[in-house]
């Protein structure tokens, strides 16, 4: 999903150029306007997905969103950039199929979870999110030692659970302050 929308977006600038460049007299005003513009573009771009798209329709709408809205800056690209002359339909219809074919193999494609699935394949997903910082999943699994443990799974990486290897460690947060201690009367832990 990623290296031809990566491909096409490095293309952009070059081209914006080549645009600019057919105007000597105003090629520093326009490419030097429409640079800013691409640079506030990935600032917003960067803040939009992660704070709103992300958390609200996971990375696999994520992407399906990202596609409609290119398909539609890129419709909007091929009529204007015919004006004033008839618009070419050949070009239209490629950018449309273009677009179309995208958005359908992009269908279904969830990089978080597939992430998530070659690591704890053997795991049933109980819960998964996305968020702007993090992904979060929470699972039950059997292994030779236990059957039917549950594990919080953070960023791909298990953090506590219910197994009895972590029960173990995680008992010892409470256990150490309290050996080293005179006459404990108070507990806080902080997990970072």
Known sequence: VLPPATLALGAIV???ARVADAMPAQVAGRFGRAYA???LGAVLGAALAGFVLIPRFGTAGTVQVLIAAALGVALMVALLAERPARPDLRGL???LVCGVLGMVAANGVDPSRAAFQSRFGNAAMLDFREGPVQTIAVVKEDNDQQLEFL???TN???LTGTHLYAQRYMGLLGHLPVMFSRAPQRALVICL
Request: glycine share 0%.
């Open 93 to 95: 219809m490629a950018t």
């Open 37 to 39: 513009l691409n640079t």
């Open 151 to 153: 594990r919080l799974v």
């Open 156 to 158: 791909q990486t298990s």
């Open 14 to 16: 070059p081209a914006v």
